[in-house]
T-cell receptor, first 111, second 116 residues
Framework: TQLLEQSPQFLSIQEGENLTVYCNSS?????LQWYRQEPGEGPVLLVT?????EVKKLKRLTFQFGDARKDSSLHITAAQPGDTGLYLC???????????FGPGTRLSVLP | KAGVTQTPRYLIKTRGQQVTLSCSPI?????VSWYQQTPGQGLQFLFE???????NKGNFPGRFSGRQFSNSRSEMNVSTLELGDSALYLCASSFWTSGSSYNEQFFGPGTRLTVL
C-alpha cells in the first residue's frame, strides 16, 4: 500500500519568513503533484515533478523531487498571507492510473 | 479551457435520503475520480471512471456508487445517507492515455454535503 506522509501538520508563521514542508513515502512514484487548497474549495494544482532530483520554481515557491522519487519538498520564500492554505502532495503510480494523497500541511501566514 | 465543474455546490439532506452529485470534466479528459474530504480523514479516494467503466475503487461501502456517461460527465450517488457522510465531495479529471508516463489530476470546486 502506497502511503504519503507530510510534515509538519500545521505551520503558523509571520509574513516574510521562509518555510519548507515535506512529503515522504517508502514507495517510488512515477510523478508527484503539489496542490494548494483554500477552505471550501477544491485543490489547485501547483506543480508536477517527474524526474528524480528535479527542481521546479513557481515565483517564490521551489519544489524538489527526491533522487529516488520517494519524497519531495516545497520551500516558500518570504511567505505572504495569500500563501495561507492546505498544501497537499499526491503521488502517482501504476503508470499514472492511481494517486495517493498525503494528509496535508495547513499553513497560516500572519500579516 | 473551462475547468472541472461540479453541481450542486451545496446540499443539505436528512438521514436516510439519497443524493446525486454531478461532475463535468475538462474537455478531452476521459478519466474522472471522486474523493471524499473530511477534517478528520483528509482526502479519501472513492472511485475512478475511465471511458464509462469503473477502473479503480476505494474502500467505501456499497451505498456509494457512480457512473460515467459517453461524454465523460460523471455522477456520484449516495443512498441511505448517514450523518458521517457529511463532507466535501471532490471530483477530479485527468487526461490519461495508455502511453502516459505520468498523469495530473485537476479538481473541481467540490460539493459540500451536509446530512442532518
Amino acid at each position: 500500500t502506497q502511503l504519503l506522509e507530510q510534515s509538519p501538520q500545521f505551520l503558523s508563521i509571520q509574513e516574510g519568513e521562509n518555510l519548507t514542508v515535506y512529503c515522504n513515502s517508502s514507495s517510488v512514484f512515477s510523478s508527484l503533484q503539489w496542490y494548494r487548497q483554500e477552505p471550501g474549495e477544491g485543490p489547485v494544482l501547483l506543480v508536477t515533478v517527474v524526474t528524480g532530483g528535479e527542481v521546479k520554481k513557481l515565483k517564490r515557491l521551489t519544489f524538489q523531487f527526491g533522487d529516488a522519487r520517494k519524497d519531495s519538498s516545497l520551500h516558500i520564500t518570504a511567505a505572504q498571507p495569500g500563501d495561507t492554505g492546505l498544501y497537499l502532495c499526491a503521488g502517482s503510480y501504476n503508470y499514472g492510473q492511481n494517486f495517493v494523497f498525503g494528509p496535508g500541511t495547513r499553513l497560516s501566514v500572519l500579516p | 479551457k473551462a475547468g472541472v465543474t461540479q453541481t450542486p455546490r451545496y446540499l443539505i439532506k436528512t438521514r436516510g435520503q439519497q443524493v446525486t452529485l454531478s461532475c463535468s470534466p475538462i474537455s478531452g479528459h476521459r478519466s474522472v475520480s471522486w474523493y471524499q474530504q473530511t477534517p478528520g480523514q483528509g482526502l479519501q479516494f472513492l472511485f475512478e471512471y475511465f471511458s464509462e467503466t469503473q477502473r479503480n475503487k476505494g474502500n467505501f461501502p456499497g451505498r456509494f456508487s457512480g457512473r460515467q456517461f459517453s461524454n465523460s460527465r460523471s455522477e456520484m450517488n449516495v443512498s441511505t445517507l448517514e450523518l458521517g457522510d457529511s463532507a466535501l465531495y471532490l471530483c477530479a479529471s485527468s487526461f490519461w492515455t495508455s502511453g502516459s508516463s505520468y498523469n495530473e489530476q485537476f479538481f473541481g470546486p467540490g460539493t459540500r454535503l451536509t446530512v442532518l
